[in-house]
């Protein structure tokens, strides 16, 4: 095949390959849709899409309303760890080039402006009048120049500092510091448990439907079962990893068996206030507008006293307030 798009199960992206001759018959709508679920690998020679499996039905689509074949699939997936690990490596290297770019635009930046900086304390250079003379003409295009010259030099120092916050970001992501986060780690474990109860869910009725399948239907119900069962078992894949993530952190230390009602503690975000009420996964914080939160966000306990229960009033005890 010329003209095809393939699953590539390793990067979990759709690769969509193109000749010349087919690119350039495409009309400038589809074009468009073209880069807009794909975008061009450089280094892979193809169209890649901007979407990871299991969400590439949309680039799918758009390949398929292009003319283009499916192909299936090749590769072998990859543990969500070799992911994450290469999505690291990607930015660190990504970190290295824009810190490149940032010097090279800052050390032009001093090149620019260095004919000006070495002028420094010369009055009479920048105050001397224009003269008519050859000589006077030729000093006075020569500052021109150097002046120029000197206001280029701040758009390279802007360049540099661009280039220097692309960098950061991308240390950032390198970093994966919502890693260590229990909170984050917290939260991303209980979304794959969720996933994986609808896919489980989703498995069963396909395996109850081929039970009675018969000849073409049976085919297609058991393709469909085998993608549920791929999508299953990435989702479990992604969970074993935020809960090794989080068991390297030294889990969640409080609970609902830990925190009490009353108890004052420290939460991120929030800061410090009390614990209104408790349950199983969540507890109620604050006083004026109370939030639900995860047991993982508390940073520590402030103070484990719960605060003393206030009874109500008898009507005895309410009539007394207003005696003489």
Known sequence: MENYFILNRATGKLEAHFEKAAYDAL???QKKDLKSN???????????SRAKWPGTGCAARCAAALGLQDAGETGERTSFAEQMERKAARAERRAERYENRADA??????????????????????TQPNIGTSAGRAFTRRREKMLESFEKGFEEFNKSEYWRDRAQTARRAADQKELRDRAFLDRRIRERESDIRKLQKNVQ????MLKTAEGERAETISA???RWLDMLEAKLDELGYYQDCL???GGIPFSRETIKPGYTVEVQ???????LSTGPKNFTFGSVFPLKMQYAEIIRVVDPAPAPEEKPLTLAEFAATFAP
């Open 105 to 126: 635009h800052a050390t032009r930046a001093d090149h620019l402006q260095a004919p000006i900086n070495h002028m420094h304390g010369d009055i009479a250079f920048f």
């Open 27 to 29: 009309t400038e709508a």
């Open 224 to 226: 469909q079962l085998e």
């Open 247 to 249: 068991d390297a952190v």
């Open 205 to 208: 009725g396909y395996e109850d």
């Open 269 to 275: 975000r929030y800061g410090v206030g009390k614990v």
């Open 38 to 48: 794909f975008l061009w690998g450089r280094n892979s020679g193809c169209w890649i």
